[in-house]
């Protein structure tokens, strides 16, 4: 629904009352400007004091999406008391990610002769898709995340014992990364085929990651590996690095991650919210006009012009709020086609309405089409 600014008439009407008692006129001034709210715009990024202090948390970050989004308004309310309908917070915040791990309650499970029969009379795998289907005739009630270690013979050019982890992510397994001998003895292990320590494997494995060419897939942003390795400490282990692709550079993964979350003030409480806010440029204005040109001829010539929106009414060149709301498609439509039922958009605009100024509208997509949104 459209909201635009009353400043200007305000001023307007101050001037053609000038004569009523100066005490009247402040308080239709504060009247008027009371009933606007402070709207503001932030980006916050929560501390340890955040956490323990304010939210009365044990660790400093939230155990999930939904503790963060029942608590981050509690903060936000004290970090900006007098904000209120239309403000916006950018939030990041730590939330708990536990990485694969290998731990004493991980199933673990070495083939015997009898298990390789159905797939191969040779007693060994030469192929992943028979160990994901043993894996899955073996555990069938094995639920999302449910992690197997699992040794096993495997024919590649010759029979060799490995180790290697499997996931099952709801609907299939899925094997891990492990470190091959012939890694081990690149990065200087391969009298033994492990490492001395779990900080050494998490930091030779991080320069090995970044020294590799994948060439079997595109590396998209967030890609995670979990790469199983063997380490010494009296004893032989197994344990995973897991490692993320962020701007361009594979880091080591920990227990927490950083999320970001926006939230909205609805004119009583701060909600999450994907609205996403923008201004109109000279070459959006363009952009409407060559689309609209055949409809609104001279409003579309005018806004081309100008780079604003006629507000007169009764003028040739005028926008109607309909007019408007199709313009507002078909930016839209170009600015992000792809956007999901429910994503709003907060668009500011510049009009002509005798003086030069700015409009607001507030938008929803519903059913495959931008409309004004009727809650904001």
């Not at 408007?324 to 039922?341: G, H, T």
Request: proline fraction near 4%; glycine fraction near 6%; charge should be negative.
């Amino acid at each position: 629904m459209k909201k635009i600014s009353l400043l200007a008439g305000l001023f307007f009407s101050l001037f053609i009352i000038s004569c009523e008692p100066v005490e009247d006129i402040e308080n239709e001034i504060n009247a008027e400007l009371d009933s606007e709210p402070v709207v503001g715009a932030a980006e916050y990024t929560l501390v340890e004091e955040d956490y323990t202090d304010v939210l009365d948390l044990r660790f400093p970050n939230f155990s999930n999406t939904d503790e963060a989004k029942e608590l981050v308004p509690v903060l936000l309310d004290g970090l900006f008391p007098f904000w209120g309908r239309g403000s916006q917070a950018l939030v990041t915040y730590d939330l708990y990610s536990p990485v694969l791990s290998v731990s004493d309650d991980t199933t673990r499970y070495t083939l015997t002769s009898a298990d390789y029969a159905p797939y191969s009379r040779y007693g060994n795998f030469d192929n992943y898709d028979d160990i994901k289907d043993f894996l899955s005739t073996k555990y069938p009630d094995a639920g999302e995340d449910d992690l197997v270690l699992l040794t096993f013979k495997f024919y590649d050019g010759s029979v060799n014992t490995w180790t290697q982890g499997f996931i099952f992510d709801g609907s299939k397994w899925n094997e891990t990364m492990r470190v091959t001998d012939a890694q081990y003895e690149e990065m200087g292990h391969g009298r033994f085929n492990n490492f001395d320590s779990q900080d050494q494997a998490e930091t030779k494995l991080q320069i090995l990651l970044n020294n590799s060419v994948f060439y079997d897939e595109v590396i998209e942003e967030g890609t995670v590996k979990n790469i199983l390795y063997k380490y010494y400490d009296g004893s032989v282990n197994f344990q995973f690095a897991n490692y993320i692709y962020k701007d361009n550079t594979w880091t080591l993964m920990t227990n927490v991650v950083p999320e970001t979350l926006q939230f909205g003030h609805d004119g009583e409480t701060w909600v999450p919210d994907n609205t996403i806010k923008y201004e109109l440029t000279a070459e959006d204005f363009s952009l409407i006009a060559n689309a609209l040109s055949s409809q609104y001829p001279g409003p579309t010539s005018s806004a081309d012009n100008f780079g604003n929106f006629d507000r007169r009414e009764g003028n040739p060149n005028f926008w109607s709020e309909e007019m408007i709301l199709e313009a507002m498609n078909v930016l839209l439509e170009s600015k992000n086609p792809d956007a999901e039922n429910g994503q709003k958009y907060v668009i500011t605009y510049a009009i002509y309405n005798g003086t030069s100024g700015t409009e607001t509208v507030y938008l929803i997509k519903e059913e495959g089409s931008w409309i004004y949104n009727p809650d904001a």
